[in-house]
């Protein structure tokens, strides 16, 4: 079956840039997706087809893929961005739809 | 406004069956796919399925092919998942989400508006 993989935590200063990779073998061919996840709540799409911000997602969040890794960046980190982030993607086929293993940011 | 509004929190006992209700409102039903989407406690994100709401096909991941029904009442503007033969891994937060139609293929995009989550416990 198809994986994605993503470090399991990373942690960032207020104001600093935290960046979030997601690796997969479909990833040169298929686009990458990026959820928010705070604690007890739904998920939150913050990234779609790779780079694309959906509206009311602050500007500081930014994605971008090349070859097998998509990257997911926070410009500027606050607080409130602390998280579970996930990323979700499909093998080349497109029938195998999977989320990556999510990395938690911390912000302090 | 897009609401999705997932029923409440079940409790079952293994070997049983367990029906979550996805009630959708703010748009045309039919014209958004519904995911359903589950993550066990501590756990990743864990696709399950989508159903087209229009015509009512269904796309299932091989994982819970065997077990998985979704479903859709049109007049009701609700979605349903029904999962088989639970066991204790299947204790896990039920999410549906809405997701787009893919205009030249008709397949479904990633899923963007979510539910609140159903959290279903499995226990003798």
């Known amino acids: 079956s198809y994986e994605l993989i993503q470090p399991p935590s990373v942690s960032v200063s207020p104001g600093q840039t935290a960046r979030l990779t997601c690796s997969g073998d479909a990833l040169p061919k298929k686009y990458a997706y990026w959820y928010q996840q705070k604690s007890g709540q739904a998920p939150v799409l913050v990234i779609y087809e790779d780079n694309r911000r959906p509206s009311g997602i602050p500007e500081r969040f930014s994605g971008s893929s090349s070859g097998t890794m998509a990257t997911l960046t926070i410009s500027g980190a606050q607080v409130e961005d602390e998280a579970d982030y996930y990323c979700y993607s499909t093998d080349t086929s497109g029938n195998h739809r999977v989320f990556g293993g999510g990395t938690k940011v911390t912000v302090l | 406004q897009v609401q999705l509004v997932q029923s409440g929190a079940e409790v079952k006992k293994p070997g049983a069956s367990v029906k979550v209700s996805c009630w959708a409102s703010g748009y045309t039903f039919t014209s958004y796919a519904i995911h359903w989407v589950r993550q066990a406690p501590g756990q990743r994100l864990e696709w399950m399925g989508w159903i087209n709401t229009g015509n009512g096909k269904t796309k299932y991941s091989q994982k819970f092919q065997v077990r998985v029904t979704i479903t859709r009442d049109t007049s009701a503007s609700t979605a349903y998942m029904e999962l088989s033969s639970l066991r204790s891994e299947d204790t896990a937060v039920y999410y549906c989400?809405?997701?787009?139609?893919?205009?030249?293929?008709?397949?479904?995009?990633?899923?963007?508006?979510w539910g609140q989550g159903t959290l279903v416990t499995v226990s003798s």
């Open positions: 989400a809405r997701g787009d139609y893919d205009v030249l293929t008709g397949d479904c995009l990633p899923p963007h508006s």
